[in-house]
């Protein structure tokens, strides 16, 4: 079976924040490091080469593959900052009071923090990083 691509690597989150080249994108990056380590009580890791990763798990696939993993994440994508949140879909009514935002592929999209409000994006965190543990 082939080697997951993404694993946890032993580069600095804050070098890879730090050289983000676009400001507000930055600042955003930021924020959700501080944000992610407050509510997963995690310090951040890089997972791959672009997304910060807080928290280890164990994924359980029902063929018996099991698969290391963070417990909560973020990525600063070209267009939107994707969020890796188990069980977000779920949070329906949180997700109606977020802002502005897309879902899929198991992920969240943000195009800015300004965007949504920041208080219900961190309850999803939160309900994320349980459900996850």
Same mark, same amino acid.
């Given at each position: 079976?082939?080697?997951?691509?993404?694993?946890?690597?032993?580069?600095?989150?804050?070098?890879?924040?730090?050289?983000?080249?676009?400001?507000?994108?930055?600042?955003?990056?930021?924020?959700?490091?501080?944000?992610?380590?407050?509510?997963?009580?995690?310090?951040?890791?890089?997972?791959?080469?672009?997304?910060?990763?807080?928290?280890?798990?164990?994924?359980?696939?029902?063929?018996?593959?099991?698969?290391?993993?963070?417990?909560?994440?973020?990525?600063?994508?070209?267009?939107?900052?994707?969020?890796?949140?188990?069980?977000?879909?779920?949070?329906?009514?949180?997700?109606?009071?977020?802002?502005?935002?897309?879902? %899929?592929? %198991?992920?969240?999209?943000?195009?800015?923090?300004?965007?949504?409000?920041?208080?219900?994006?961190?309850?999803?965190?939160?309900?994320?990083?349980?459900?996850?543990?």
């Amino acid at each position: 079976m082939a080697e997951l691509k993404t694993q946890k690597t032993g580069a600095s989150v804050q070098a890879f924040v730090d050289g983000i080249a676009d400001e507000e994108r930055r600042s955003d990056c930021g924020k959700l490091v501080k944000l992610m380590r407050q509510v997963t009580g995690a310090k951040p890791a890089m997972w791959g080469p672009s997304i910060v990763g807080f928290g280890d798990r164990v994924l359980n696939y029902a063929s018996g593959r099991e698969l290391a993993w963070f417990v909560a994440g973020f990525s600063p994508r070209k267009q939107d900052l994707t969020f890796y949140l188990t069980g977000c879909r779920e949070q329906t009514a949180l997700l109606k009071k977020l802002g502005k935002h897309k879902l %899929g592929g %198991g992920c969240l999209y943000v195009r800015r923090l300004a965007d949504v409000d920041q208080a219900v994006l961190k309850q999803l965190i939160e309900r994320a990083s349980k459900h996850s543990r």
